[in-house]
């Protein structure tokens, strides 16, 4: 059996979020966690890698330099991560993923439910969940070695459910003995003691696009950021990962972020360059020089800020939520969001 | 309106006005631009901003900031 197991820049021992603009590489062998699935089971052949940075920004670049390496080595099955809660490089490893399985190649992934990455695969990954951060390596390694070990010597794959990985978006009719009647009644009957469980997962929700604004002219608009720009010191402790919270700071009299009095804190990409003028992740010079020329009413008194970083869904939702209950009744009409 | 350079996983979540950033570490900037340079550029992707806020859209719509 060949094997090919990809990995991010940080995981192939490139380096962290300062060589996430690395271009993708070929390596014999295993390397990093590729070591981990050799020890349970799984021999890796080649490991191909890519920064983060650049598979996001050069996807196609990648993708065909990544693809045309699948192509003469030709494995029996892609490894892609584990990529845990990292929003790019599951994204970098779902895209892959998905090319892969184009090209007739099985493949096995490994991240949280709602990484963007188990959007990106379309269905084409097998993908291992998992928590969202390394702490899970242990635990995932394994299940990434037999469910690629089956798969690539082309072995049946049972249900979701049975063999432990996300459901595809594939939908199988099967006849079952009881009615959905019934089958409703025991969902609800093992829901009020605690177990709750369901036969269809739910769909992302989608908002339609609000109108156009009419008249720029005399509108509010207000900077919204997840790029984690805060005051200098970050006096209120805005978590840098996992964050619960979103904080609000007043723009009054300011005229541009500069670097002595504002600094990012998101502990997801490489914020020197953010820090060096902080207008690159909320643009607020550029915002008030449109202001002052009348080409918007005003800008809101206040940004909001957090920084989205292995952020869960429902809680970026509801950060969403408060925020706009915050700007609707202030009268603001636009948002600019700024984000990584 | 949502500026970031991965406007694809915008896109997917739903976002519904998307505009693609200059990079993940400067979404409103470009570090290789003299100051005035990338004080223009600033401009042109908020103006931009201001013009996909100001047009109806369909579902998941993603523009480039160009020139």
Redesign the interface.
Same mark, same amino acid.
């Given at each position: 059996m060949i094997v090919v197991h990809y990995l991010n820049q940080f995981f192939a021992g490139l380096g962290g979020e300062e060589a996430?603009g690395q271009a993708p590489a070929r390596i014999s062998g295993a390397v990093g966690p590729g070591r981990g699935l050799e020890a349970a089971g799984l021999p890796i052949d080649v490991t191909l890698t890519c920064g983060d940075?650049f598979f996001?920004?050069h996807?196609p670049e990648a993708l065909a330099r990544l693809l045309s390496w699948l192509g003469e080595i030709e494995p029996d099955v892609l490894v892609c991560g584990p990529s845990f809660g990292s929003?790019?490089y599951g994204?970098a490893c779902g895209s892959f993923a998905r090319e892969a399985g184009r090209r007739g190649i099985p493949v096995v992934g490994a991240m949280t439910p709602d990484n963007?990455g188990v959007?990106?695969a379309e269905g084409a990954a097998y993908i291992v969940p998992t928590g969202p951060s390394v702490a899970s390596m242990k635990t995932a390694l394994p299940a990434i070695a037999r469910l690629a070990h089956r798969l690539g010597s082309g072995e049946p794959v049972g249900s979701p459910a049975e063999d432990g990985y996300l459901p595809r978006g594939l939908r199988k009719n099967v006849r079952l003995s009881e009615v959905g009647a019934d089958r409703a009644i025991a969902a609800l009957l093992a829901k009020l003691s605690g177990n709750v469980r369901t036969e269809v997962e739910s769909a992302?929700?989608?908002?339609?696009?609000?109108?156009? !604004?009419?008249d720029?002219g005399s509108?509010t608009?207000a900077l919204v950021t997840e790029?984690g720009c805060v005051p200098q010191g970050n006096p209120d402790h805005l978590p840098t990962r996992h964050s619960n919270i979103w904080l609000r700071y007043p723009l009054s009299g300011v005229g541009s972020l500069s670097p002595a009095r504002y600094e990012s804190v998101h502990a997801g990409?490489?914020?020197?360059?953010?820090n060096?003028?902080p207008?690159?992740?909320?643009?607020l010079?550029?915002?008030r020089?449109?202001e002052r020329e009348g080409? !918007?009413g005003r800008l809101h008194a206040f940004f909001y800020t957090t920084a989205g970083v292995d952020t869960p869904?429902a809680v970026a939702a509801k950060f969403g939520q408060e925020i706009a209950s915050e700007l609707i009744p202030a009268g603001v009409q636009?948002?600019?969001?700024?984000?990584? | 309106?949502?500026?970031?350079?991965?406007p694809?996983?915008?896109q997917?979540?739903?976002a519904?006005?998307v505009l693609r950033?200059h990079?993940?570490?400067?979404?409103?900037?470009d570090?290789s631009l003299a100051a005035g340079d990338?004080?223009d550029l600033?401009?042109r992707?908020?103006?931009r901003?201001?013009e996909m806020?100001?047009?109806?859209?369909?579902?998941s719509?993603a523009w480039e900031v160009s020139r």
């Open positions: 996430a940075d996001g920004e996807e929003g790019r994204y963007p959007l990106a992302f929700d989608r908002v339609t696009a609000p109108p156009a !604004i009419g720029l509108c608009l790029a990409f490489d914020t020197r360059t953010a060096l003028d207008n690159r992740l909320v643009p010079d550029a915002v020089t449109l080409r !918007i869904m636009a948002v600019i969001l700024t984000g990584t | 309106m949502f500026i970031t350079a991965l694809t996983i915008a997917m979540i739903g519904n006005r950033g990079a993940i570490t400067s979404p409103t900037g570090p990338e004080a600033r401009r992707i908020v103006e901003a201001l806020l100001s047009t109806d859209v369909g579902p719509t």
